[in-house]
């Protein structure tokens, strides 16, 4: 089989459950993947035979794309913020409104800080602070090892050191060292959302990554407040990615708390995604 063959067939099996463009970029990712064949190879040389491996794989992913695996968990890995990301099943695939709150936190130019990633995952948001920010020492909690393990190979693949740790953002806890910079992406999709969710998401992703019960939308939340009363630091900075239907509860919730200088900030998609306040 060719790799335009392999085009065709991929075509014909998806176009009618996949948008042309999505389509045509995951049709990149798997021949770089799986054939170490760029776009512009492709370009040049698209009648280039792949072996019988590499068809079987592909091959595959046709049928797991059918299935509604989403691709970054068929090809284990994903890019964030330029940087590339192993994933499976157990941590959520980074979202680009997540590489906006890393900005937000890289534009603020901390230095010399000890800086907390609250439901860490992959570590998309621990390592990119780490390879961004001058001199801080980052760290990462999750609450399970196999989460902690991806995030620990992220952290070798991108050659920084972060200190990723099993921890329960759930259970109190009152450190000797307290943080200067706090920041979490937790759990914010209510239970009654879910059918707003789309089947891949719903079907692939981790339940624990994203689901909160509808009777207490800001349990997270209230539970990083909690936290940041012991151990973040006076003048600290913490930074929250937010449901943009609770962002007046989770402001009123980090003014209750005594924060200051709050900010609420939109994402692309021009809905209130992210808020950031300090501590008095
Ligand atoms: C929305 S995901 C964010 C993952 C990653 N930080 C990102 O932005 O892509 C929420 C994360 O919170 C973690 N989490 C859920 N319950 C937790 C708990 N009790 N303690 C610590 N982390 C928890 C999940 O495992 C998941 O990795």
């Not at 019988?52 to 970054?72: A, F, G, W, Y």
Request: charged residues 25%.
């Amino acid at each position: 089989m060719t790799l335009l063959d392999f085009n065709n067939l991929f075509k014909s099996k998806l176009s009618s459950k996949i948008e042309t463009n999505e389509l045509d970029e995951f049709f990149f990712w798997l021949i770089e993947h799986y054939c170490n064949f760029s776009r512009m190879n492709y370009i040049l040389n698209s009648n280039f035979n792949i072996s019988k491996i590499q068809e079987r794989k592909l091959i595959n992913s046709i049928d797991l794309l059918m299935n509604d695996m989403p691709i970054q968990y068929i090809i284990g890995e994903t890019n964030f913020m330029d940087l590339v990301f192993k994933l499976n099943n157990n941590v959520l695939i980074p979202r680009p409104e997540t590489e906006e709150l890393v900005n937000w936190i890289i534009n603020d130019t901390h230095v010399n800080k000890n800086i907390l990633d609250i439901g860490t995952g992959s570590g998309c948001i621990a390592i990119s602070l780490s390879k961004n920010l001058n001199n801080c020492n980052v760290s990462g909690w999750d609450f399970n090892d196999d989460i902690i393990k991806i995030a620990n190979q992220n952290a070798i693949l991108n050659n920084v050191k972060v200190l990723f740790e099993v921890s329960d953002i759930t259970k109190p806890k009152f450190l000797n060292d307290k943080f200067d910079v706090l920041v979490s992406n937790p759990p914010y999709i209510t239970n009654s959302e879910k059918k707003l969710i789309s089947n891949n998401v719903k079907s692939f992703e981790p339940h624990s990554a994203l689901f909160v019960e509808d009777n207490d939308p800001l349990y997270f939340y209230k539970k990083i407040l909690e936290f940041a009363i012991f151990n973040l630091k006076s003048n600290g900075f913490l930074y929250l990615e937010i449901n943009e239907n609770f962002s007046k509860e989770v402001l009123k919730l980090l003014k209750d708390n005594g924060f200051y200088d709050i900010q609420l900030k939109k994402d692309f998609r021009l809905k209130n995604r992210m808020i950031k306040g300090i501590k008095k």
